[in-house]
């Protein structure tokens, strides 16, 4: 199972050690105890919102930009959950590859261009 707090928790703790910061000095500027952060960091404890804006101030980082982190790390462990089933066999594709047509094939007269103009439009 993936879960959502030990990535947060990771995203958080490698984006202070870029910052060579230690634990002590975000906990302080964060105004949360020491602990409680190494437990957010390890992703023993969830962080409230209000937690996290704090946190993302104390390093100077945007909300957005963490998240998108975590969202980018969840997506690749889906991709890897997905790649194997417990006993080890590939799943196959979810979506089928969609033949196109032959060469001579015409879709009604209309252009693959023209579809998609209209397909947007609608």
Request: contains cysteine.
């Amino acid at each position: 199972m993936i879960l959502l707090r030990r990535l947060l928790g990771d995203v958080l703790r490698r984006q202070r050690q870029r910052q060579g910061r230690t634990l002590r000095e975000v906990s302080a500027a964060a105004r949360v105890s020491l602990g409680y952060l190494s437990e957010v960091e390890r992703g023993q404890k969830e962080a409230s919102s209000e937690l996290l804006s704090a946190i993302c101030d104390a390093l100077d980082v945007r909300m957005s930009e963490v998240m998108r982190e975590v969202s980018d790390e969840l997506s690749l462990a889906e991709l890897a959950a997905m790649a194997t089933l417990s006993e080890g066999e590939l799943l196959r594709p979810v979506l089928e590859p969609v033949p196109l047509p032959a060469p001579g094939d015409r879709m009604s007269g209309i252009s693959p261009k023209a579809a998609a103009v209209d397909v947007v439009a609608a």
